[in-house]
């Protein structure tokens, strides 16, 4: 531990280093500049050790930023023995560019980088691959189903002969891009039928004047169903189909609690109507069986 924290502060010094140096330059003495010119048969000049400083920091940071992509993805958690052993090729190397800043580490960067890379990558491919198994997309492409599949083992057994990180990318990445087409195909459909759905319950809340009669429950769900319509469009399948899925159920929902007002409603003035014909009928019956006098009889 004590050495991961010496490692990132000499980092640290370095990188402020640097930028000290980028932002305020100290002019130098005209008498100790000294032009430099190259022999006949020399044909570029040899990187400074400064050079090989500003060239690990970038790789350096390359390295770090997939290190932790392959972090967020959980392997740490999941495929934690190679996690580990890729990670200590990082520390040591953070540590030879700490000791040594004059020397590239450029190829060795890369390559710390590249199986970071693929580790998260094989992580998303088996996520990919468990959602292909739930949700029955196993008949959807057969072909790129048994290219992920020979690709994850690529990369796994590359991982474990010691293969270089660039071809274990690319088997990881083979893998990662068959599972996700497939995944893809599927979701498409879902979405496509879901769409349709969506519609169909929005067209039936729409014939009972859902837009006024629930307003606020109405213009959101609107909402929901625009952005699950540009995800479709976007080409984000697995978002439109969660968008189309809940505007089908909002609608519906919608539709069933106005179309029960609306038969309240009916109710209450068709009981009102019947009242009033009764009304109607006693007054009429009461005058056969006792007859109102006329107006004139009473004056006299």
Not at 3 to 18: A, H, M
Not at 165 to 178: E, M, W
């Amino acid at each position: 531990m004590k050495k991961s924290i010496y490692v990132l502060f000499i980092l640290l010094l370095v990188g402020f280093f640097f930028l000290g140096c980028s932002s305020t330059p100290e002019a130098v003495p005209e008498e100790e500049i000294v032009t430099v010119v190259p022999d006949a048969g020399e044909s570029e000049a040899v990187p400074s050790g400064d050079a090989f400083s500003d060239v690990n920091e970038k790789y350096l940071s390359a390295a770090a930023a997939a290190r932790d992509s392959a972090i967020v993805a959980g392997a740490d958690v999941l495929v934690p023995d190679i996690f580990t052993e890729i990670d200590a090729m990082y520390q040591q190397l953070c540590q030879v560019c700490a000791d040594n800043p004059g020397q590239s580490q450029e190829a060795a960067l890369i390559d710390v980088a590249d199986r970071f890379t693929a580790l998260e990558r094989l992580v998303l491919a088996q996520n990919l691959r468990n959602k292909i198994g739930d949700l029955k997309f196993d008949n959807i492409d057969p072909q790129a189903l048994a290219d992920g599949d020979a690709a994850g083992e690529e990369a796994i057994l590359l991982f474990e002969s010691g293969g270089s990180g660039s071809d274990i990318r690319a088997a990881a990445d083979k893998a990662f891009n068959a599972y996700n087409s497939i995944v893809l195909a599927g979701f498409k459909s879902l979405a496509e039928a879901t769409r349709k759905e969506a519609y169909t319950q929005k067209d039936a809340a729409d014939s009972i004047k859902s837009a006024t009669a629930d307003k606020d429950a109405y213009s959101a769900t609107v909402l929901v169903l625009s952005a699950a319509d540009a995800a479709f469009v976007s080409g984000n399948y697995e978002a439109a189909y969660t968008g189309f899925t809940e505007t089908a159920v909002s609608f519906k929902e919608i539709y069933e609690r106005v179309a029960e007002k609306r038969a309240a409603a009916e109710t209450a003035i068709t009981r009102a109507k019947q009242k009033v014909d009764t009304t109607a009928v006693f007054a009429a019956e009461a005058d056969e069986i006792a007859p109102l006098e006329a107006e004139g009889e009473m004056e006299e």
